[in-house]
């Protein structure tokens, strides 16, 4: 198992990405369309460009911290395509090493 685990979370119009620290349960670092570097670039807050940048922004973010793996399990409800995969794809196109376990 990896010491940090991503969490993505996407509603109607949000999309929010975290790594969190698996011992500590402490969010080490946090993307959402919400954030200053983020606002104005994409046109919807939820579509696949606004994931892509997300993934962008916390892959940026948690190579500042050092952390460059983390593992991701799906929710029961959460299936692994569409905006999801865009975040976790981007994470991995920017050089973090995403474990995805499927059940």
């Avoid at 929010?16 to 919400?34: D, F, L, Q, W, Y």
């Avoid at 916390?58 to 409800?77: F, K, M, Q």
Wanted: glycine share 6%.
């Amino acid at each position: 198992m990896e010491l940090f685990t991503l969490d993505v979370f996407i509603a109607k119009g949000f999309v929010s990405a975290s790594i969190t620290h698996r011992v500590t349960c402490k969010e080490v670092v946090v993307a959402g369309p919400n954030s200053k570097y983020i606002k104005g670039v994409p046109k919807s807050r939820s579509d696949i460009p606004a994931c892509l940048s997300v993934g962008k922004i916390l892959s940026d973010r948690a190579r500042e911290v050092d952390v460059y793996t983390a593992s991701y399990t799906p929710r029961d409800r959460d299936k692994f395509e569409g905006k999801i995969r865009a975040v976790v794809q981007s994470l991995i196109d920017n050089g973090i090493d995403i474990k995805v376990y499927l059940d």
